[in-house]
């Protein structure tokens, strides 16, 4: 009954105190505000803004039918977005509270709505709403006009083979600047001798390119490229070309601050399997957030919207380590802060004034870099980055934190759509030091589910799930991607 008791008084609790940081959060970012990244307003996005809904595909353009695409919820004003968004999220831990409950048995049983047993809060909202993205990817493949060496973005599949490659000057989430780049590489690519690389089995060399950008308004753009059966030579030819192209002839309008270069036969690959190589400028742009400065290498990921992550991060911030000034309490927390799939380093570095220990874990070798980087450029001396696989890796933290006995753990995992990995939760579960984990979740009603689950099931020694059950105590969502139906959960699990 005590348990409970405090368990009640906590959540209460929390739930008061960030109810007061929210409503200063919204004074700050109205949803009535119109806050663009960009100041443009080029009239093809007002139009499409105001355009009815269409009946059948065939009368959309393809312009409307590619933000239909990649901006879903471009006809919606923003507050409908942010209902909708919050509307979505409330099933989805409704969900939760229903397998928690023992309502739903298993992930796959039907959907039943089940009524919540933690609060969860209104979106906080994105203070940039408009061309808000700071890293686009552009595909290469056949446009409108059949054109093979069109850049942009696809419209249809290649399961169905009816993929059409579309210019995005138009849409909502994308800056200037990076269909800017878009149209000058397509410019370059279609001035080459060079056939582009549709599909890798066909031949040809051209591939996509990378625009990333940050607050200062400097430009990366990293160019992929597959050598087939070029020699060295030869490729260092085109190499030439582009760099001439962007840095003395049309492409120089770009004004790029950093050009990479990357060949490769494969879909996707690391610095460490085939080097980023700079052809021109600095090899790294910096990014600021909550007057901490971090630097952004070329594979480096790094939320793609500046001013949200901010939103997110102080979120995030405030439930791991609550501000000690706030409600009265001039107690630090000291301890330690576990950050998991840490990536460059943002949320610890962060944190970092509030805490005695940061350890960060993440797989990329490259983030490691940038992370301990970050920490001593900020002046940060309280953080160690591991890097390797979190499931490998944790463990012996674990095993260490507990020999040292070094205090209360609080943890943070951020990981990609398939979540953590079942030695991971298994690791934080059985860790009896840690009373608060915040997990940061682009898509909580994925494979996160199957973390949240067994991070809060009764103890279960065939599972190795031995350790105190958390339990989930409040969830926000953040809006990262406006104009999409996607935004950030951060969920507060206690015990």
Known sequence: MALAAAQTRSVLFIKRKYLHALRKTCLWFSTNDTILADQRKPPPKTHLRKSQKKTTLTDLSWEERLSDVVTPLWRLSYDEQLELKLKHQERIMSQLSGYLSG??????????RTKLSFPVLPVLPSPVRDGYRNK????????????????????????????VCVNGDHLLNMPEKHTRVARCYQDFIRLSSLEPCLLFHTGGHWREVTVRTNAEGHTMAIVYFHPQTLTPEEVVVHKAKLLDYFTRGPGSV???HSLFFQESAMTRCTHEQSPYQLLHGQPHIYEEQLGFKFRISADAFFQVNQA??????????????????????????????????????????ITSPRVDRIIGIELIEQAVEDARHNAALNNVLNCEFIPGKAEVALPGVMSQLSSAGGGPVA????????????????????QPNIRRLVYVSCK????????FRELCCAPDPMKKLTGEAFSPTLAVPVDMFPHTPHCELVLLFER
């Open 103 to 112: 309502e739903l048995q298993s992930q796959s049983s039907l959907p039943v």
């Open 136 to 163: 686009s990817t552009f595909s290469v493949n056949r446009g409108v006009d059949g054109n093979p060496k069109t850049v942009g973005f696809y419209v249809g599949t290649g399961k169905k083979g009816n993929i």
């Open 254 to 256: 770009c004004q790029l």
């Open 308 to 349: 949200a992550a901010e939103v997110l991060y102080s979120t995030v911030r405030q439930l791991c380590i609550p501000n000690p000034e706030e409600g009265g309490e001039r107690t630090q927390f000291g301890g330690t802060l576990l950050d998991v799939c840490c990536g460059t380093g943002a949320i610890g570095i």
């Open 411 to 430: 943890a943070v995992v951020n990981p990609a759509r398939a979540g953590l990995h079942y030695r991971v939760v298994r690791a934080l579960r059985n």
């Open 444 to 451: 909580p009603d994925g494979d996160a589910m199957r973390n």
